[in-house]
């Protein structure tokens, strides 16, 4: 058994480090209401938005974001986190990254990366080419940067440097929970019976002016919109996980506690019987 010293020295850090990881739950939850408002907020609109340019779209032929190449080059846009502690939420961007490019479809296609959080671009850029890193957007996740980083992931489609773009990320459900998606950014998709919904607007000035104007706003809001529900379920996941770290710190230091306990028991004991057998000795 350890002796009373090293034990104390052990609660002593357990208690510190309850007291950080319980910082840090407070201040991802005061994170996360914030977050959390704004993409619920911003879903409808998103939603509907993606709805309108696919259902117009479905009608307009040779629209330079709709055109299907052969899968030759993939764009992957990784979205993750700046910073850690904050459970499997990065790994987990990984994980999918690897089920993605072990797709039938993608079996003679070359990957490259764009990447946003510093955690997905430490590990990718290892093993992958990252020809981009946007981690500083999440310093200042507003919709002017976001469409910055958008029009540069058109123009490169556009060039037809990349067959096809798809943004992985977290999406955010709750708190506790954070589903990953992988969604296809471009070429553009049509939905099934997209094709005649069209016939239920009157289009001014015309239907391919406003699929032009259309299409590039949607895109800088779908990407908008995967940045703003990774960045609520990272606050969500680290407040799951600083939560979980807090009650197993806790449960330590009680037990810690207890062995202290018992080998402080245990040592006045052992004194009270060498003063009791000295006494005896000193009386014989």
């Known amino acids: 058994m350890a002796n009373l010293k090293e034990i104390r020295n052990r609660i002593t850090s357990?208690?510190?480090?309850?007291?950080?990881t319980s910082a840090m739950k407070m201040v991802s939850a005061?994170?996360?209401?914030?977050?959390q408002d704004a993409i619920i907020a911003m879903r409808p609109y998103s939603d509907k938005l993606?709805?309108?340019m696919?259902?117009?779209?479905g009608s307009v032929e040779n629209n330079k974001f709709i055109n299907q190449r052969r899968l030759k080059n993939i764009l992957i846009i990784a979205i993750s986190?700046?910073?850690?502690?904050?459970g499997a939420f990065n790994a987990n961007i990984l994980k999918e990254i690897k089920v993605l490019k072990s797709k039938p479809e993608f079996k003679d296609s070359k990957?490259?990366?764009?990447t946003v959080g510093k955690k997905v671009n430490d590990s990718?850029?290892?093993n992958e080419k990252v020809i981009q890193n946007e981690s500083e957007i999440f310093e200042d996740l507003s919709y002017e940067n976001t469409s910055a980083v958008a029009e540069s992931l058109m123009k490169l489609f556009l060039e037809e440097k990349y067959d096809r773009i798809d943004i992985v990320y977290n999406s955010f459900k709750n708190a506790a929970t954070q589903k990953i998606k992988s969604e296809?950014?471009?070429?553009i998709t049509n939905s099934e019976g997209n094709n005649s919904s069209s016939s239920n607007y009157i289009f001014e000035p015309s239907q391919e002016f406003i699929v032009d104007t259309l299409i590039p706003k949607s895109l800088k809001i779908q990407l908008f919109k995967a940045l703003r529900d990774s960045f609520a379920s990272e606050h969500g996941a680290r407040m799951t996980a600083m939560h979980k770290a807090t009650d197993n710190a806790s449960e330590l230091r009680d037990e810690l506690k207890l062995t202290y306990n018992k080998a402080r028991q245990a040592s006045i004991t052992n004194e009270i019987l060498e003063i009791v057998g000295g006494a005896e000795a000193l009386n014989n």
Do not use: H, Y
């Open 54 to 57: 696919k259902s117009f779209s």
């Open 50 to 52: 993606t709805e309108l």
């Open 30 to 35: 005061a994170k996360l209401k914030k977050a």
């Open 81 to 86: 986190s700046n910073r850690g502690l904050c």
């Open 184 to 187: 296809q950014f471009l070429p």
């Open 111 to 114: 990957f490259d990366f764009v």
């Open 124 to 126: 990718l850029s290892k």
């Open 14 to 20: 357990v208690s510190s480090t309850m007291q950080i």
